[in-house]
């Protein structure tokens, strides 16, 4: 693999755009492939096999396209299908999950809230990294309804705001110190959170850790582009291309694909 191919990532929609960003961010010299697989969006309601198929098709779209490394830019993907796509395929895999640790780590009240997907916070991986802070209570909630609702645009919209207070106030009155957000949507909800959760509360996402772990990877496996230009970046969808457009504030070009 030679380190000039481009960095590839995908997810179920546009939300690990919020991953590619902290990428670009801390390598503006890489180039990029973002496929948004949004027909199947949200892969939260998925079964472990199908989400595993889905992860396997979006793994050998960029594979055709010489990526040197693959983010899975989804926690549920991540949670359920990276130990297959390890064991199938002869690339580096960087995974993205909720950021427990910091959290428990610094929680002063012993109690820290996560908003994730339903195929988040039932898969093995998340059971297993949630037994290692047994001092500290998890108070988990699905967040049914958000990325739908990101995937149509509708961020600042009324629903969302109601369901945002539905799923929050519960974990306010139960004392969360920290939240943290266990989907790549979910950091574009940040300034409606904000708006909801007491200053006290920090909120805890897992992009920049993730664009760390995919550099490090980078430097011990592959190698980092050698361009001295900005990084070129390549968006894909297999829906409507105007969401992914405006959450790149119409920057990037993105091409309609069929995978």
């Not at 902290?22 to 969006?41: F, H, K």
């Not at 549920?76 to 427990?100: M, Q």
């Not at 195929?119 to 001092?135: A, I, Q, R, V, W």
Request: glycine fraction near 6%; aromatic fraction near 6%.
């Amino acid at each position: 693999m030679k380190n000039n191919n481009p960095i590839g990532l995908f997810d179920s929609g546009i939300g690990g755009t919020s991953i590619w960003s902290a990428i670009q961010d801390l390598m503006p010299n890489e180039d990029t492939i973002y496929l948004a697989d949004s027909v199947n969006a949200p892969y939260g309601k998925k079964s472990k096999q199908q989400i595993i198929d889905l992860s396997s098709k979006n793994t050998e779209v960029l594979l055709k396209m010489n990526c040197k490394i693959i983010v899975v830019a989804c926690n549920t993907a991540t949670t359920n299908a990276i130990k297959e796509l390890r064991a199938k395929y002869d690339i580096p895999f960087i995974g993205i999950e909720p950021a427990i640790k910091p959290a428990a780590i610094n929680s002063k009240t012993q109690t820290i809230g996560v908003l994730a997907t339903k195929g988040t916070l039932t898969s093995e991986l998340f059971n297993k990294t949630t037994e290692l802070y047994h001092d500290t209570k998890i108070v988990e909630q699905v967040g049914h309804g958000l990325v739908e609702l990101i995937e149509k645009g509708e961020l600042n919209s009324s629903e969302m705001t109601t369901l945002l207070h539905s799923y929050l106030d519960p974990m306010i009155e139960k004392n969360i110190d920290y939240l943290v957000l266990g989907c790549s949507h979910y950091p574009y909800l940040i300034p409606q959170i904000k708006q909801i959760l007491p200053a006290r509360i920090q909120i805890i996402d897992s992009g920049e850790a993730v664009a760390r772990q995919t550099q490090k990877v980078l430097k011990e496996k592959i190698g980092l582009n050698s361009s001295k230009q900005k990084g070129k970046a390549f968006f894909y969808t297999n829906s409507n291309p105007k969401v992914l457009s405006e959450i790149l504030k119409g920057e990037y070009s993105v091409s309609q694909k069929e995978f």
